[in-house]
């Protein structure tokens, strides 16, 4: 899943430090579920300790010092991407959280509960979608486009079996790989018809609607 890695290194930066004495809002969001976990502030050089070590690192106002999060608990965030806002005064963090992100022990320091891991499917689809348009020799899902629809439907229905046979026996760990296979499956077959998820949402939206 190296597609999750890429981290915004490259993207120039133009955050107006002067214009806030130096240090700058950064608010920290989950790169999987969105939930806003903390804010802090960064300077110059805790923007560029973030990027060149990929764990999130702040200005503390308290310690009067860079603070990397997770340097005594163990709880580091590592960096997905930054980016700035439309006025360059403040930061845009997403980051995967190592553990519990406040001092209290909450996942968040807005006391949120971030457990929802159900985000990840749009990073799943935008990699599934990288497959189709920029496939490789090593991509199983390259491969699957390569043999086109046909091949792909077949695929869901071979995997929608599979999970009905385990859903009989009692092992989650077998159940939960055909719960996996089947999902996969399921958003390349959409990817190959040109679908969205999201068209697919529309439907269980109106379904709802008018009931
Ligand atoms: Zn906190």
Known sequence: MEGLK?????????????????LVPAIVQDAISGVVLMQGYMNEEALAVTQESGMVTFFSRSKNRLWT???????????????????????????????????TGSDTCFDEV????????????????????NPTDTSYTASLFAKGINKVAQKVGEEAVEIVIEAKDDNKELFMGEAADLLYHYLVLLEAKGYELDEVMDVLIDRHKNK
């Open 114 to 133: 971030n457990s929802s891991k159900t985000g990840f499917i749009d990073q799943l689809r935008a990699i599934i979608k990288d497959r189709k348009n």
């Open 69 to 103: 999060k997770g340097e005594t608990s163990g709880n580091f965030m590592e960096l997905v991407s930054i980016t700035e806002d439309c006025d360059g005064d403040s930061i845009l963090v997403k980051a995967n959280p190592r553990g519990p992100v406040c001092h």
């Open 6 to 22: 890429k981290r915004s290194k490259e993207i120039d930066m133009n955050i107006d430090f002067e214009k806030m004495d130096g």
